[in-house]
């Protein structure tokens, strides 16, 4: 029976860096996530770090006890973190106190 990876906290995904012509991410050790599918039932996109290049990663044990590292994105990132970026604007705060 194959061991099942550990999703990694979100932290992880705000400080790996987005590589959209590879479609990867890299992690801040420099070792990388490769794409590896869709996930319709919770809408997120995986990218995994395989076994032999994050065995030896010394921020691995930090963020996962599984044998390899797997990265979830949602398939609306960019959209939720524009939402977030806007959240936190003059703008916002004046249109949320109008509404009550």
């Known amino acids: 029976m194959r061991?099942?990876?550990?999703?990694i906290l979100l932290t992880i995904a705000e400080r790996s860096a987005y590589q959209p012509g590879h479609n990867r991410y890299i992690c801040p050790a420099g070792q990388i996530?490769?794409?590896?599918?869709?996930?319709?039932?919770?809408?997120?996109y995986a990218y995994i770090g395989t076994r032999k290049r994050c065995g030896a990663s010394?921020?691995?044990?930090?963020y996962t006890s599984g044998l390899y590292r797997f990265?979830?994105?949602h398939m609306d990132e960019p959209s939720r973190q524009r939402a977030r970026e806007l959240a936190?604007?003059?703008?916002?705060?004046n249109a949320q106190r109008q509404r009550k």
């Open 3 to 7: 061991p099942v990876p550990r999703v």
């Open 33 to 44: 996530f490769n794409y590896g599918g869709r996930k319709q039932r919770n809408h997120t």
């Open 58 to 62: 010394a921020l691995k044990p930090k």
């Open 71 to 73: 990265l979830a994105t």
């Open 88 to 93: 936190h604007t003059p703008e916002f705060a």
